[in-house]
């Protein structure tokens, strides 16, 4: 167990709608990372928070947002939903910004778009 | 464009023997790279890091290996164990440059073999 969690596990939805997944951090990380992984496809960064700021973005789709609050939580918005969309998404945790922090990833969203 | 390329989708290995797995990339402005293990229903989670000051990393039984020369680089695990099953990803990133997220390799299936 990373200590990183997200909900929902699962979620299926329908093409136009749009959705949004949750992720807790590691108690006392301050960074929040985003990645979608596609069928055959390695992870993609989308983009990363910290302490509630936007740090870096990645190939984030303009139809997707993120937001870190106070508590350091994050979610992801994913809107106008495609079929393209159907992917695992996984957040990580690191304990600061720099590249050498290890990442520490949730086990993942499963996102099916019908 | 991948920038992170594991050739190998899958790799089987008899239990006891040597398990080689092979990373190349073509951004030569990585500096700094990682090796992550997954098992299915669960989030990557970190196995071995090297800087690109170094051309060889130990923990245990794996070693990473970085030729920078050729850009490549390999994670020996020695010797293989059944719980060593599960699909491992190649990840890089530039430590000096922008706040990119990790770039990740498609992975390798490694089945270790009774």
């Not at chain 2, 402005?29 to 992550?36: A, H, I, N, P, V």
């Not at chain 2, 669960?42 to 690109?52: D, K």
């Not at chain 2, 695990?77 to 430590?95: E, H, K, L, R, T």
């Amino acid at each position: 167990d990373s200590g990183v969690t997200q909900t929902p596990k699962h979620l299926i939805t329908a093409t136009g709608q749009r959705v949004t997944l949750r992720c807790s951090p590691r108690s006392g990380d301050l960074s929040v990372y985003w990645y979608q992984q596609s069928l055959d496809q390695g992870l993609q960064f989308l983009i990363q928070y910290y302490n509630g700021e936007e740090r870096a973005k990645g190939n984030i789709l303009e139809r997707f947002s993120a937001q870190q609050f106070p508590d350091l939580h994050s979610e992801l918005n994913l809107s106008s939903l495609e079929l393209g969309d159907s992917a695992l998404y996984f957040c990580a945790s690191s304990v600061a910004q720099g590249k050498t922090d290890t990442q520490y990833f949730g086990p993942g969203t499963r996102l099916t778009v019908l | 464009d991948q920038q992170v390329k594991q050739n190998s989708p899958s790799l089987s290995v008899q239990e006891g023997r040597i398990s080689i797995l092979n990373c190349d990339y073509t951004n030569s402005m990585f500096d700094y790279f990682l090796w992550y293990k997954k098992y299915p229903a669960e989030g990557p989670t970190f196995l071995i890091s090297i800087s690109s000051i170094k051309d060889k990393n130990e923990d245990g039984r794996f070693t990473v290996f970085l030729n920078k020369s050729a850009k490549h680089l390999s994670l020996h695990i020695v010797p293989s164990q059944p719980g060593d099953s599960a699909v491992y990803f190649c990840a890089a990133s530039d430590v000096g440059g922008g706040a990119d997220g990790l770039t990740f390799g498609k992975g390798t299936h490694l089945i270790i073999q009774p």
